[in-house]
Structures are given as structure tokens and as C-alpha cells.
């Protein structure tokens, strides 16, 4: 774009400069046809000759036809300047349109790894979550079982004691119980003797 821009100024100023040119050049050839009358008049009547300033016809137009093609030559790079331009402009619209689709399919990728980190993410927190579950009711059920086998060796070592306590409470009592019929028995044997012993001394009378 700072090279069309130089061209662009360089243009003008042959534009500027060829105007200036033709002014001139207009001006001269008006104060030479100018001077020529003045010149011619004023020694019409003296004899003497004077040179008269003369303008060639084919050196104006020479001069006329190089400003022409001067001109021709400035549109002619007027043009090729803004076709220039034109077909820059295109371009940069073009690179524009380009970058900006490159940009929104960025955008776009941006997005779908977004999305599927989130879900990852998303997908990690659920496996862990599930794996703590597991992990708790792994721990529960070791402590249920725990709990139980503390339960039933209680339980055991309770019905045991008090297996053994019935046990000795039975042979206690069987023990006290066989020891009071022997003595009762002994008591009655030792009665029963000694009444017959006191009915034989009597009958032996």
C-alpha cells in the first residue's frame, strides 16, 4: 500500500507539473503573438525593419502532441494505478476473508477440545466419585464383618461362661442335693437301727 501511495504522488505531481507546463507555454505563445502586433505597428512607418519574434507552427504542435501523450501516459498510470489498487484491495479482502475463516475454524477447534476436556474432566470426577462409593461400601462391609465376628465371638464366649457357670451351678446342687439324701438316708438308717436296737432290749426283757 506505501508503494501505490507513491506512485500515486509521483503521478500528481506530473500531473501538477505538466498543467504548469501547458499554462506556461500558453502564456508564451500569447505574449509573443502579442509582441509581434506591438512590433509590427510601431515600425510600419519608420523604413526600418524590425525581427519579429516567430513561433513555430510544428514545434507547438510537436510540444502540444508530447503533452498529449503525456496525458495519455498519466491516465493510462492513473489507471493501471487504480486497477493496482483495485487488485490490492481484492487481495486484502480475499486475506481478510481467509483469516477470518481461519480464525472462526480456530475458534471452532478452540471450542470442541474445550468440550471434550470438560467431559474428560467431567468423565474423571465420575469414575473417582464412583470409586470412593466403592471404596465405602468396601470399608463398610469390612467393618459389618468385623462387627459381626466381634458380635458372634461374644456371643460364643458369653454361651460358653454360661454353659460352664450352669454346669457347675448343676453339679453344685447335684453334689449338695446327693449329700443331703446320703445324710438323710444315714439319719433314717441310724433311727431305724436304733428303734429296732430299742425294741429288741425290750422285747429282751
Known amino acids: ?59 507547438v504542435v510537436q510540444q502540444y502532441n508530447r503533452q498529449q501523450d503525456q496525458q495519455a501516459s498519466a491516465r493510462r498510470a492513473e489507471d493501471e494505478r487504480k486497477k493496482l489498487q483495485q487488485q490490492q484491495a481484492e487481495e486484502l479482502q480475499q486475506k481478510q476473508a481467509a483469516e477470518q475463516e481461519r480464525l472462526k475454524q480456530l475458534e471452532k477447534e478452540r471450542l470442541a477440545a474445550q468440550e471434550q476436556q470438560k467431559q474428560a474432566e467431567e468423565a474423571a470426577k465420575l469414575a473417582q466419585q464412583q470409586q470412593q462409593q466403592a471404596e465405602e461400601a468396601a470399608k463398610a462391609a469390612a467393618d459389618a464383618k468385623k462387627k459381626a465376628e466381634a458380635e458372634a465371638a461374644k456371643a460364643a464366649a458369653d454361651a460358653k461362661k454360661k454353659a460352664e457357670a450352669e454346669a457347675v451351678k448343676a453339679a453344685a446342687d447335684a453334689k449338695k442335693k446327693a449329700e443331703a439324701e446320703a445324710a438323710k438316708a444315714a439319719a433314717d438308717a441310724k433311727k431305724k437301727a436304733e428303734a429296732e436296737a430299742a425294741k429288741a432290749a425290750a422285747e429282751a426283757k
Open 1 to 59: 500500500m506505501s508503494k501505490a501511495t507513491e506512485q500515486n504522488d509521483k503521478l500528481k505531481r506530473a500531473i501538477i507539473i505538466s498543467a504548469v507546463l501547458h499554462i506556461i507555454l500558453f502564456a508564451v505563445l500569447i505574449w509573443s503573438s502579442f509582441d509581434e502586433h506591438i512590433e509590427a505597428s510601431a515600425g510600419g512607418g519608420g523604413g526600418s525593419a524590425i525581427d519579429a519574434v516567430m513561433v513555430d507552427p510544428g514545434a
